[in-house]
């Protein structure tokens, strides 16, 4: 009986010893358990988060889409980002110019308007706008040939800081005009105002084939790529984010 005894005790002693390693693992496990869950409420509170922000944000494009609209105003909006590009037509910036033609100041001073209140007006508020940005770009040549989106050599660097820069001073032409109270006065333009930036983002590279540009003549190019029409201008806004309730 004492050997049968002290054997059933070493039995019972490593029965315990893997009853506590199993205890040991399944706490290992409940932690993980509740980490992957937290993580996952957590990833869910922030896609919450994301989608709503797009709704809000296509809600905000369809304002300023519905609005352009009924003042008959021509523009393509973006019906997910609410991106504005405005149609000046022929009245665009005369090439190497960045003065405002008096097309260019009419279609400014009936857009700014409605798309401030489509921004602000009604029940949106101005605390969901973070900013509002005014982009410049440029036609994608310079001295009679396509410019290479992605060439670091002198000539193609001296290209594409010229019409950086002169992307950024249409914009600004565009900025000045808007919020010069001698010139125009609108309805939420004090509010926007902090909310502005003037970007000048050289030209469309994102339509650019970067082959075409040593393959092609300027004329080839253009036709295309239409050169008159990506100098175009985008109006955008963004949104700040919604903290957790």
Same mark, same amino acid.
Request: one cysteine or more; glycine letters at 8%; a negative charge.
């Given at each position: 009986?004492?050997?049968?005894y002290e054997?059933n005790?070493g039995?019972?002693?490593?029965?315990?010893?893997?009853?506590?390693e199993?205890?040991?693992?399944?706490?290992? =496990?409940?932690?993980?358990?509740?980490?992957?869950?937290?993580?996952?409420?957590?990833?869910?509170?922030?896609?919450?988060?994301?989608?709503?922000?797009?709704?809000?944000?296509?809600?905000?494009?369809?304002?300023?889409?519905?609005?352009?609209?009924?003042?008959?105003?021509?523009?393509?909006? *973006?019906?997910?980002?609410?991106?504005?590009?405005?149609?000046?037509?022929?009245? #665009?910036? /005369?090439?190497?110019?960045?003065?405002?033609?008096?097309?260019?100041?009419?279609?400014?001073? *009936?857009?700014?308007?409605?798309?401030?209140?489509?921004?602000?007006?009604?029940?949106?508020?101005?605390?969901?706008?973070? =900013?509002?940005?005014?982009?410049?770009? =440029?036609?994608?040549?310079?001295?009679?040939?396509?410019?290479?989106?992605?060439? $670091? /050599?002198?000539?193609?660097?001296?290209?594409?800081? #010229?019409? $950086?820069?002169?992307? #950024?001073?249409r =914009?600004?032409?565009i900025?000045?005009?808007?919020?010069?109270?001698?010139?125009?006065?609108?309805e939420h333009?004090?509010?926007? $105002?902090?909310?502005?930036?003037?970007?000048?983002?050289?030209?469309?590279?994102?339509?650019?084939?970067?082959?075409?540009?040593?393959n092609?003549?300027?004329?080839?190019?253009?036709?295309?790529? /239409?050169?008159?029409?990506?100098?175009?201008?985008?109006?955008?806004?963004? $949104?700040?984010?919604?903290?957790?309730?």
């Amino acid at each position: 009986l004492k050997d049968d005894y002290e054997g059933n005790a070493g039995k019972i002693a490593a029965l315990e010893s893997d009853l506590a390693e199993a205890q040991d693992k399944l706490a290992d =496990a409940a932690d993980d358990l509740g980490k992957a869950e937290s993580d996952l409420a957590a990833t869910s509170e922030e896609l919450q988060k994301v989608l709503e922000l797009a709704k809000d944000r296509q809600d905000v494009a369809q304002r300023i889409k519905e609005g352009f609209e009924q003042a008959g105003i021509k523009a393509d909006v *973006d019906s997910g980002t609410g991106d504005v590009i405005l149609d000046f037509g022929e009245e #665009y910036f /005369d090439t190497d110019s960045a003065k405002l033609k008096p097309g260019m100041r009419e279609i400014i001073r *009936d857009a700014m308007p409605v798309y401030a209140d489509s921004l602000f007006g009604r029940d949106i508020g101005s605390g969901k706008i973070s =900013a509002v940005e005014i982009i410049g770009f =440029a036609s994608p040549t310079f001295g009679g040939k396509p410019v290479k989106p992605r060439s $670091l /050599d002198t000539t193609n660097r001296r290209a594409v800081n #010229y019409n $950086l820069d002169l992307s #950024y001073e249409r =914009a600004r032409s565009i900025f000045k005009y808007a919020f010069n109270p001698k010139t125009l006065k609108f309805e939420h333009q004090e509010t926007m $105002l902090p909310l502005i930036k003037v970007t000048g983002r050289s030209f469309f590279t994102e339509e650019v084939n970067p082959e075409d540009t040593g393959n092609l003549s300027r004329e080839e190019f253009c036709k295309l790529y /239409d050169c008159f029409g990506s100098q175009r201008v985008i109006i955008k806004f963004d $949104l700040k984010e919604k903290e957790n309730s």
